[in-house]
């Protein structure tokens, strides 16, 4: 049913006559008798009776009244819900992060929901891998993963992290060395807790290449299955640990990170999307994440 045509028949139900009608809806009147003719046509017979008194509704109009009520107040709100989710306002994002953005993808995600406390916004933990993957299929809008990536993503480059080693900060007597020639000589002698390689590819394929870079052979005594529990388990003196130096906001207060100055230990974080979707609130949501990292 033509909402337009429903329209025109409430006005004319407001006001009462045909001419006060056209009158407020800037048409002529017989203009607004062709509209509420054509609706009678639509509805099977007549809705008003028209005197010297004005327009009145028949019981076919009586009918028609509350549902035509309804409908045009459901399309109003279908079209403002429509114009909000066309500027990216209202609707769900998806977004991924890895343990190099443990920090600043809750952070984003944070300033985006102040911004736009409408918008349905989930955030999961997972690999670089996995969210590549899902964004590839449409279960993704964003992630926050480890650059580079293939030429089909657009990408935010948004900041560089590197490898850290983690040790419990109450043994200070032969801290790790910031020197990284002398790293592989300090790590000989202490036992490691790493993160199982399925939970962290990227992480355990970065600390493969900076132990190959310098030489380094970890004896990894316990793994465990996220990044928090490797922490806990070098504050409790299990081992020390290679993570990344952004896991300082998530380590125990007891544990200490020494940065590794080499250049096998960094590597750039970033914001990926598919260039070719069109979510108004992916848009939106980089707007967010460039402000929040700069």
Not at 12 to 25: D, K, T, Y
Not at 153 to 164: E, K
Not at 248 to 263: G, N, R
């Amino acid at each position: 049913m033509d909402i337009r045509l429903l329209r025109t028949f409430l006005t004319v139900v407001e006001h009462r006559a045909f001419g006060r009608a056209a009158l407020a809806s800037a048409m002529t009147q017989p203009a607004l008798s062709k509209q509420i003719q054509a609706l009678e046509a639509q509805v099977g017979g007549r809705l008003f009776h028209r005197g010297r008194h004005g327009a009145t509704l028949t019981d076919l109009g009586t009918i028609l009244l509350p549902e035509a009520r309804d409908l045009v107040r459901r399309a109003d709100a279908l079209a403002v819900r429509m114009n909000r989710m066309a500027r990216g306002e209202i609707g769900r994002l998806s977004v991924g992060f890895g343990l190099s953005s443990v920090e600043l993808a809750p952070r984003a995600v944070a300033a985006f929901r102040r911004c736009y406390p409408d918008a349905d916004i989930i955030l999961d933990d997972m690999s670089s891998q996995a969210q590549l993957e899902r964004l590839a299929t449409g279960q993704l809008d964003v992630g926050f993963v480890r650059l580079p990536v293939g030429g089909e993503w657009g990408r935010l480059t948004l900041q560089t992290d590197r490898l850290a080693i983690a040790t419990a900060g109450d043994s200070p007597d032969d801290p790790p060395p910031k020197n990284a020639d002398v790293v592989a000589q300090w790590a000989a002698a202490r036992p490691f807790v790493g993160l199982a390689q399925v939970r962290g590819p990227g992480l355990a394929s970065q600390i493969e290449g900076l132990c190959t870079a310098l030489g380094v052979h970890a004896e990894v005594v316990q793994e465990a299955h996220d990044l928090q529990t490797v922490l806990a388990l070098v504050a409790a003196g299990v081992g020390t640990a290679f993570v990344p130096a952004s896991a300082d906001s998530i380590a125990p207060a007891q544990v200490v990170l020494t940065t590794v100055d080499h250049d096998a230990a960094s590597w750039q974080i970033g914001a990926v999307w598919d260039r070719h979707a069109r979510n108004p609130l992916t848009v939106n949501f980089l707007e967010v994440v460039r402000e929040v990292a700069a």
